[in-house]
């Protein structure tokens, strides 16, 4: 069974300050990993996954498959950053994605 | 626009009333599935749809039917609502086969109140 766990339901930081939103997976295949990102009542959007390796909006996410985590992280955060982030792990067949709980993300002023 | 597109945006219903939601997507896409994010804003697969196919049924009560038309849509129709259906369902749609990128396209949500 594949499962992910992000432990922080909610994390809130200055604006300039560096976030990292923790998520770890369990899962016996080979792990394709996701970061979906919910703004204040709008529909869920891709914000980046793993096989890219890309940085969007200056977030960065490497899967580390020793600690099986792949968290979030950008080194400033930004007030337009407040928002529901949650980690998604595709299945082998890459038809089913298992989300985890979310992390709420506040940036003060 | 090309996306993911849900009708009703919200629905407010009396408990035990039957009620649809629509679902349309014009990405072409082949898969398409119904979430449910409740309150605590846990969000878990309810149904997957591939080219008019249920392939994925998680646990859901009998009273939630899905029902796909063609690859295009994919609604979801719940019978005798209970207090506890009260939660945001969003649509979603996947080109399948498509791999490495296994990503979802997502629609707006449809805000469920039952009172």
């Known amino acids: 069974a594949q499962r992910v766990t992000q432990p922080e339901k909610l994390l809130s930081v200055f604006k300039g300050a560096p976030v990292e939103l923790k998520c770890n997976y369990s899962y016996s295949g080979s792990p394709e990993l996701f970061w979906y990102v919910q703004y204040s009542r709008q529909r869920l959007q891709l914000l980046l996954r793993?096989?890219s390796r890309e940085s969007i909006k200056g977030f960065t996410a490497d899967l580390n498959k020793g600690e099986t985590s792949f968290h979030l992280k950008k080194p400033f955060a930004q007030e337009e950053d407040s928002a529901m982030y949650y980690c998604a792990l595709a299945n082998n067949a890459g038809n089913m994605l298992t989300f985890g709980g979310g992390t709420r993300l506040m940036v003060k002023p | 626009d090309t996306a993911v597109s849900q009708t009703p945006k919200y629905l407010v219903t009396q408990m035990g009333n039957d009620k649809s939601i629509k679902c349309e997507q014009n990405l072409g896409h082949d898969t398409m599935y119904w979430y449910k994010q409740d309150s605590k804003k846990f969000l878990k697969i309810m149904f997957s749809y591939n080219n008019k196919e249920l392939i994925i049924n998680e646990t859901v009560p009998n009273r939630f039917s899905p029902k796909s038309p063609d690859k295009a849509h994919l609604n979801l129709h719940i019978n005798s609502l209970e207090l506890g259906d009260s939660a945001v369902y969003f649509c979603?749609?996947?080109?399948?086969?498509?791999?490495?990128?296994?990503?979802?396209?997502f629609g707006p949500g449809t805000r469920l109140t039952v009172l």
């Open positions: 979603a749609s996947r080109l399948a086969g498509a791999p490495p990128y296994n990503e979802q396209f």
């Open positions: 793993h096989i």
